[in-house]
């Protein structure tokens, strides 16, 4: 008799740190700013968000005194430890931005094809080193409620993207070989795979050679209002600015009113080691897609430049009360999880070894798609609640704050979803009730063929169903 498989070996040696951010490649820290600032635009946030502002701000007026300050290092939390999935849409998805936004779908599928395009052209102009590859994704059923689900999806979302594809069990398992594979539905142009970590990195040199001056550890403490100026409080020192642009993502607020709009939820991703040719042959994937598949508990995954599956997903962890802890950072019980659902999925990898194990918190709305506004009449304009959209929508999110920071309409600032909000969470301890009767909802979904319960329907009526 064969020895049961047991998936924690292959964790053995795993580094639990983020692969992408286990790179000899990544720069030195700046250094902290000391004593006071002015500047015309300050920048909270070094990850996307911000990076993408300042940038952005430099584009449209190089003569503009920009500051930024990151309360660690550039891209160390979400920016360096995301998927590297960098989608077109800003909706999460054709689905949610009908349902949400049906009269100006069109249009938001048009800006979000602009915006990916856009971050090519700035990977290209600025010699981003991020192994930026226009892949596309592919969304797979791994059950027969699945395949119905994804063709229904094609049919409402090929209308506004005659680029999106069906394949069948047999022309998806020909391009990326499971047998747990029923379908698929691709998007060929859609999404783009990179390096995080890179991307981050090389925006913040970018910034830095466009004049922004950049602060590392450096977090913002407070906020006040200084005759014609904003004052920002760090530990060592003061930045005086004009205007003020927050992109501080899962992280408080300084707008204390905005922070019941986001909580965090911790995701958690494996890297297996470089596969070998004989290996790859037998997962063939030679387009180099992303994929996902279609459950409420899903899981994404993608090949890296150097041949690693990244395996990411299913689990969704609302810390305790709602707060962000280091501790949430790593859980074996998730890894182990993860990694028995890879060979799941991939049993001719028997014996592959995962290298890096590692989690991070993101900032989730209850529209799963980012929100903005402003505060200090008008002087300083946020973005967040990405849902774990950001490598692509953040850019749109800084157009979208240097719009209302400028204080001229444009066709980012007429939208709806720009306008609107989305429904607050409520306050503790009920939104750890609601999100823990969510989750258990969706997992019973999944072992139930997708039926959805009378909760789910609820949250779906109110316009909050989503998935985990």
């Known amino acids: 008799m064969v020895a049961p498989r047991n998936p924690a070996r292959a964790l053995a040696a795993a580094e639990p740190v983020p692969y992408w951010l286990d790179d ?33 701000a430099k584009e449209r007026d190089p003569g503009a005194d920009v500051v930024l300050v990151e309360a660690d290092r550039i891209g160390w939390a979400a920016s360096g430890r995301n998927g590297g999935f960098c989608a077109a849409s800003l909706t999460h998805g054709p689905l949610n931005g009908l349902d949400r936004w049906p009269g100006e779908f069109g249009r938001l599928q048009e800006l979000g094809d602009r915006n990916l395009d856009a971050i090519e052209a700035a990977v290209a102009r600025y010699g981003l080193d991020c192994d930026f590859e226009r892949t596309g994704e592919i969304d797979v059923a791994t059950a027969p409620y699945q395949w119905d689900e994804l063709r229904a999806a094609h049919a409402r979302a090929a209308p506004y993207d005659p680029g999106l594809e069906l394949l069948d069990r047999d022309q998806v398992r020909a391009a990326v070989d499971s047998p747990t594979f029923l379908g698929g539905l691709y998007n060929r142009r859609g999404v783009a795979m990179l390096h995080p970590a890179r991307l981050a990195w090389g925006l913040a040199r970018a910034a830095v050679l466009a004049g922004v001056r950049i602060y590392e550890r450096t977090p913002a403490t407070a906020l006040a209002r200084t005759g014609a100026a904003l004052a920002v409080r760090t530990p060592y020192g003061q930045v005086l600015a004009r205007r003020v642009a927050l992109g501080t993502g899962v992280f408080p607020s300084l707008i204390r009113r905005t922070r019941p709009y986001t909580v965090p939820v911790y995701d958690y991703a494996l890297m297996t080691e470089p596969l070998d040719a004989a290996r790859r042959a037998a997962v063939g994937w030679r387009g180099r897609q992303g994929l996902s598949d279609t459950a409420n508990h899903f899981h994404y995954f993608r090949l890296t430049a150097d041949d690693r599956i990244l395996w990411g997903g299913y689990d969704a962890v609302y810390p305790r009360g709602g707060r962000l802890s280091g ?18 999925c991939f049993p001719q990898l028997e014996g592959v070894r995962f290298s ?113």
Not at 25 to 51: E, I, M, Q, T
Not at 457 to 462: E, G, I, K, V
């Open 356 to 468: 890096h194990a590692w989690g991070g918190a993101i900032d989730t709305c209850t529209r799963f798609s980012p929100f903005f506004g402003t505060a200090c009449r008008g002087r300083l304009a946020y973005s967040a609640g990405f849902t774990g959209l950001g490598v692509g929508a953040t850019r749109f999110g800084a157009e979208v704050m240097l719009d209302l920071l400028a204080g001229q309409p444009t066709e980012r600032t007429r939208l709806e979803m720009v306008r609107r909000k989305p429904l607050p969470f409520p306050p503790e301890p009920l939104a750890s009730l609601g999100i823990g009767l969510s989750q258990w909802s969706l997992t019973r979904a999944d072992a139930r063929q997708g039926h959805r319960n009378l909760w789910l329907r609820a949250l779906d009526r109110a316009g909050l169903g989503f998935d985990s």
């Open 327 to 344: 501790s949430y950072e790593h859980r074996p019980q998730t890894y182990e999880r993860l990694a028995r659902h890879f060979f799941d």
């Open 24 to 56: 000899p490649a990544r720069p030195d820290a700046r250094p902290a700013l000391v004593g006071r600032d002015h500047c015309d635009l300050l920048v909270v946030g070094g990850g996307y968000s911000g990076l993408w502002t300042a940038l952005l």
